[in-house]
Each structure stands twice: as structure tokens, then as C-alpha cells.
């Protein structure tokens, strides 16, 4: 076992938690940044927060990360802060490119101040390519970012890789495709789905509206991802990879698998929303991670048709506790 810390900031969204399990299993430290908020929310950090130590900083303010790192001396920390909803990217798209872009360059500046030798991890993301110009994407396909938190997500990437060149710095960036589990925020498109389907078969709801049922994505669970960003931080050499399951499913698909594991025809439920449609759709997100599966040893365990029958049947008991069902 090990007596690293690692810091992992985002720590109360979906992948910090499986992450801060990952690295408590590796034996580690686990020291986790959050904001300063009214409405912080432990959920998914509940069953482990006795284990991890909280500490406030924001990646809008680098005195509070210099401060952070020279408290708790880190050997690794992760970025996994961002706002990270694709929707909300195109109503606060200045916020989006101060935390999701400009917060990259303040820990990284931070790490470089205090100890340039931290080993630093990046969240990027396969919302980069956007429009993408070839099928499957690597880690060399050229970005065409059609949001503007694929945008952000473009800049935080490049100042990584800067930053690496420039000072000699460990910092990867894993280009993480879409990778979802029971602990995603319902906002996103596929615990929406998991959660109506739950609602429509307890009888708490009697559709799901929904945008653009075409569009395809690699989707993997976030549990398996997670130890990708870790092997990456342990190399010899610092590298970025793409993480992804190389299948494509649609919307479409996913409603079907989801209505379906509960006796139920999607078609009857799903309204189509333009509410939803995005103003710049993607269309065909596919990774390829062969090269992560090279070097890191890592591939994806969890099939899709378990990842959303996984999604459902966390969402149907999660209900029936709350509504006493």
C-alpha cells in the first residue's frame, strides 16, 4: 500500500466519487476540493466521506489552489472540476470558459508554483472533436468543438499539453468519452431517461420529452474510467489517451434497452422536445482506445445493456425509498 496524497478536485460530481474509492482502495490519501456553495451536495460521497478529508478552493481563485497544495502536498492531482453540462455551456458561456478553460491554467500555474513534480491529471473530453472529422477518433484527430464547454474543454487540453512541453510537467489529459453510472446528475440525457423509465413504471410519471433521438455516443460506465485516469499518472512517461468503449449507441437504442428492462415500450413514453435540440448537434462520437488498452493495460468492463439496466434498477429503488413505495 501506498502514503501518497492525491488531491481530486470535482470530488462531489459523478467520477470523483468513483474515483476517491479507487484511489482509497490503492491506499491513498484522499484530499478533496470543493466550492464554497449554499447547496453543496455530499450524495454521492455520503459512504466514504468519513475517509476523505474536504477542503474549499475554486479553480476561479488560484490563491485558494496554491494554498490548498502547500497544505496538504499532493503527489498527484486530478482535475476533474469543470462545469461540465453541455446545455447549460451555450446560457453561461463566460462562466463555462472561466471554470472549464481558464481554471485548467490555474492549477496547473499552482502545481508549477509549489512543486512542479506533482503528477497532474486533466478531464477532457470527447465533446472536443464535436464535428468530428474522421470516425473512430484518437488521440491525433483534429478537434472541431461545437459547444462552447467543447471549446473550454479544447483550451483546458492544449494548456495542459503546454504546460508539459513547457516546464517539464507530468500532466496528462485523458479524452474521456461519455461514461455515465447511477451517481450521473439527472440532467444528462441518459440518467433522464433511467429516471423517467423508474418514474413511468411506479406511476409517478407518464412520459419522458426528450431532443434529438439520432444522435450517437460512446457510452461507458464511469466506474471502469476512472482507473484509467489513475493508470495514466502512474507511467513512466506523461501522455494523453482516449478512453472509450469504440461501440456507438443511440438515444434511440438507449431508450429501448432502458423501457424494455421493465416491460415497457419506449414509443409510447418519449415525446420529441426541440426544447432539447442543442443549436450545433454532434453526431457520431466514437473513441478509439487502443492505445490506452497498449499502454495502460485498461479496457472497459461493463457492457452497455448492463450499464443502463444497472441505471434503471438504481433509479427504480431509489424511488421506491424515497416515495415509501
Known sequence: MT???AVVTGITGQDGSYLAEHLLAQGYRVVGMLRRSSTVNFERIKHIQDDIELVTGDLLDEVSLINMLQTYRPSEVYNLAAQSFVQTSWSQPVFTGEATALGVTRILDAVRTVDPSIRFYQASSSE????????????????????PYGVAKVYGHWITVNYRESYNMFACSGILFNHESPRRGREFVTRKITDAVARIKLGLATELRLGNLEAQRDWG????????????????????????????????????????HVGLNYADYVKI???????AEVDLLIGDPAKAKRIL??????????????????????LKHEYRI
Open 128 to 147: 472536443m472533436f464535436g464535428k468530428v472529422v474522421e470516425v473512430p477518433q484518437t488521440e491525433n484527430t483534429p478537434f472541431y468543438p461545437r459547444s
Open 297 to 318: 493495460g485498461w479496457q472497459p468492463e461493463t457492457p452497455f445493456e448492463q450499464l443502463v439496466t444497472m441505471m434503471v434498477e438504481a433509479d427504480l429503488e431509489l
Open 221 to 260: 460506465f464511469a466506474g471502469d474510467y476512472v482507473k484509467a485516469m489513475y493508470l495514466m499518472l502512474q507511467q513512466d512517461q506523461p501522455d494523453d489517451f482516449v478512453v472509450s468503449t469504440g461501440e456507438t449507441h443511440s438515444v434511440r437504442r438507449f431508450c429501448e434497452i432502458a423501457f424494455g
Open 3 to 5: 502514503n501518497k496524497v
Open 273 to 279: 422536445d426541440e426544447r432539447f435540440m442543442r443549436p
